[in-house]
């Protein structure tokens, strides 16, 4: 089982400006989460899990996770990200306590009652499976600028999307009509630089990080666990 960990207050000195956290979440129809105020990450390769956001107290519980795999750059909001999630399906999910996160076992249950919660929404994970399910017209059009009767709602039967929306939603190839090169034109999705900046900032000062880990500290070199 993986070996998982928060930074708590551990800063980047030198990355400051491209830290998440500190950045804002906002949610279904673009309303505002909360921020990013911490991650979860594998203390063995430093790939984020989850990141925990501060609700900044609309929440009882404080704060709640969101897998990493769920958030996408914001595209109304620049340096902040967004997930399809609204406050009603939040409130559904166990309380969150970092203190889970030391314990593999504590972990392990709270992922499980957590995940159940994703498996019961149509834009999340299916049961018993990683696999996603295929978002809604209007879940995939979120900050496109899709306009006609697939915003604010799912495509009618029969309704197609257009090839300007199509172009805004994936990454399309085009080739010149003269000449060899091939232009990858990316759509504004995915997570943003500020995140996987971030992310490799992480990785580049993982043995740092984890100098004050109990388990990970002898790897890291700059801590020694004394004998009990």
Known sequence: MSHLGILRDYRFSDN?????????????SDEKLGKIDDVIFDHASADI??????????????????????LSASLNHEGDFHVQLDKSQIEKFPPYNPSDVESSERWAD???????????????HREETDRNITPTT?????????????????????????????????????VPPTGDAVQIEMS?????????????????????????????????????????
């Not at 400051?16 to 279904?28: K, L, M, P, T």
């Not at 009618?156 to 999307?161: T, V, Y």
């Open 16 to 28: 400051e400006d491209e830290d998440i956290r500190g950045a804002q979440v906002y949610g279904r």
């Open 49 to 70: 899990r989850y990141v925990v956001v501060d609700t900044g107290g609309w929440l009882s519980s404080k704060k709640f996770v969101v897998p990493s795999d769920r």
């Open 110 to 124: 709270y992922e499980g009652r957590y995940r159940s919660k994703w498996a019961d929404s149509p834009v999340m």
């Open 138 to 174: 209007a879940q995939m059009t979120q900050g496109t600028g899709a306009t006609g009767p697939m915003k604010g709602g799912a495509a009618a039967p029969g309704e197609s999307i257009t090839p300007e929306q199509e172009k805004a939603l994936n990454p399309s190839r085009l």
């Open 188 to 228: 504004p999705t995915g997570v943003g630089s500020r995140w996987t900046n971030f992310a490799d900032r992480l990785r580049e000062r993982r043995k740092d990080v984890l100098s004050t880990c109990v388990d990970c500290g002898r790897e890291a070199g700059s801590f020694s666990r004394k004998a009990s």
